[in-house]
């Protein structure tokens, strides 16, 4: 055999074992006979690890930049309330106005039954009446409510917040996904929200340097800022995925447009509204009264900087899920405590939930000062930007690595000694704290979640169907909070029925006493006379006796 021909035979076996290879590449994971079979990837080394950490900014807390930042906020609102001719916040589109959605007062019968195992929210405030309290009155007495859940990839792609979403707008009414970004610089999957979005500049907070400096000085906490000149566009569509998703009844959407600006706004395909946006470095709301399902946002003239769309109902709960890849809660420092403070009073945050850690573990490390050092200033931070916000700090999952040696999971050791130290941020801080990892303990810990396919086989990121999990836990302290709360006031309403049923007894008996004293007053009064007109009588009688 020519040695052509062997080596002719050689690449060909080879490049058809490159190809077979290749080919099973296609075939996703499986399982025959209790035996899981994971999907072939050849070329996995070859590619970009997409869950390596990016490398991203630093930032630290500057306490100084943010009074100035809060001082020029309050001295611009104030400028505003005094002009004769005011430039608009708000540009207002009324295609059906809903009336305003208020579930009546709950009672602790309305309330579904809670777990048996409630993970409850440890309250450091030392008020008599904590902003966790009024948080909590609100949701009972059917008033309107918005959170911001904070996180980190734990939470990318809507998971966790998606069911905490469900569960608590099926108990306390509301609709719609909240608020979604106008675009990202990075492809990922929402279920909750279908997004196509074209021609913009995106930029994150977590790589400030590539950004202009227009758009670093006006960086939201959601960690994403759009820029766009005439035709860009971005289109939000609810999905089906989850019952509460459609039939919104408003949109928001919020951009800066610091010279004058014409943008249009599209419902469905066939309604359109244009509007002209003045020039003024405030951020802007465009408001859309709904029905809404489906709202694209199209720029026609001059720039904008969007930061998204909130869908929603006019009343209920409203959760926003702001997860920002690779952040460990130090991102909150780069973004504008203006545009936050501004933001905030267009929609009212209620209660911030600050969920991050995930990336700080390391094996067996137990010290982590440095961190919750910077967990108080987070919090301080939160605070300063939504000053009528309850805070939550939500402490690190449960997290396990693998063995170099031996190829095993194990405990990555430091879960409850970061843990520890995020509990005491909130402590000294005076705001609340929620266990996580203790939850997902009580569930089997990373292990169950794992073999039951709810988080990933690297130990760390839960899927959609572990964050069910931990949003039940979350919901169901909540709604153990709420309950204790109704007990309370029913408890207090029956007391205070009480005591006003006795007291209007009392009253009463009082004057049925007041009226027997009357009486007997009056009959002491006249007795005298009638016994002087008996004495006369008598005397008459007498007298007329004698004569006969």
């Known amino acids: 055999m020519k040695k052509s021909n062997v080596n002719i035979r050689i690449a060909g076996f080879t490049l058809a074992v490159i190809l077979g290879m290749v080919g099973l590449g296609f075939i996703p994971s499986f399982k025959i006979f209790g035996m899981d079979f994971e999907r072939v990837d050849i070329l996995a080394s070859l590619r970009a690890d997409s869950s390596a950490e990016e490398a991203v900014a630093d930032y630290t807390a500057n ?15 104030n400028e505003a309330d005094t002009m004769a001719d005011p430039i608009p916040v708000r540009y207002e589109w009324i295609v059906e106005r809903a009336p305003k959605v208020r579930r009546e007062r709950l009672h602790s019968k309305d309330m579904l039954p809670a777990l048996q195992y409630i ?69 990922t999957v929402r279920k909750t929200i279908k997004r196509t979005s074209s021609n913009w500049n995106t930029y994150s907070v977590m790589k400030p340097k590539e950004a202009p400096d227009a758009v670093r000085e006006r960086l939201y906490i959601s960690g994403y800022l759009a820029e766009g000149r005439a035709g860009a566009t971005t289109r939000w569509q609810t999905t089906d995925a989850y019952t509460l998703l459609d039939s919104c009844t408003q949109a928001r959407i919020l951009l800066i447009s610091r010279d004058t600006s014409r943008v249009e706004v599209v419902l469905g395909d066939t309604l359109r509204n244009e509007f002209m946006i003045a020039g003024d470095e405030r951020v802007r709301e465009i408001y859309v009264a709904g029905p809404v399902d489906d709202i694209r946002l199209r720029v026609l003239e001059g720039s904008v900087m969007c930061y998204g769309a909130s869908m929603e109902a006019n009343g209920g709960v409203t959760v926003d899920n702001f997860s920002v890849r690779s952040n460990n809660g130090h991102a909150i420092f780069g ?52 000053p009528n916000a309850a805070i939550v700090v939500v402490g690190v999952s449960d997290r396990w690595v693998k063995n170099a040696e031996t190829n095993a999971y194990e405990p990555i050791g430091s879960v409850d000694a970061l843990t520890s130290y995020q509990r005491a941020a909130a402590d000294s801080c005076n705001v609340a704290f929620w266990n996580t990892s203790r939850v997902m303990q009580h569930l089997g810990g990373m292990p169950a979640f794992v073999s039951n396919n709810w988080a990933a086989k690297d130990y760390t990121h839960i899927n959609y169907a572990g964050g069910k999990r931990v949003a039940s836990a979350f919901a169901d302290a909540i709604c153990h909070r709420v309950l204790n709360y109704l007990f309370e006031r029913e408890e207090a309403e029956r007391i205070e029925a009480e005591q006003q049923a006795a007291l209007e007894a009392e009253l009463q008996r009082q004057r049925e006493l007041e009226l027997q004293e009357s009486l007997r007053q009056q009959v002491d009064s006249v007795t005298p006379l009638i016994e002087a007109v008996g004495w006369s009588n008598n005397v008459n009688n007498t007298e007329e006796n004698n004569e006969e």
Not at 338 to 353: A, F, I, S
Not at 360 to 374: H, L, P
């Open 63 to 77: 306490f100084d930049l943010l009074a100035q930042e809060l001082a020029i906020a309050e001295a611009h609102i």
């Open 119 to 187: 993970e409850d929210f440890e309250d450091f405030d030392t008020l008599a009446t904590t902003r966790f309290d009024n948080f909590i009155a609100k949701l009972a007495n059917g008033e309107s409510v918005r959170i911001a859940f904070m996180g980190d990839s734990f939470v990318e792609g809507d998971i966790l917040t998606c069911d905490l979403r469900q569960e608590l707008q099926s108990r306390f009414g509301g609709r719609g996904a909240g608020f979604i970004p106008a675009d990202i610089p990075f492809s």
């Open 335 to 386: 973004t504008s405590a203006t545009v936050n403070r501004q933001v905030d009073e267009m929609l009212g945050y209620d209660l911030v939930v600050l969920q991050y850690g995930l990336n700080i573990m390391q094996q067996w490390q137990r010290v982590y000062a440095k961190y919750r050092d910077q967990v108080r200033d987070m919090i301080a931070y939160a605070e300063s930007c939504f």
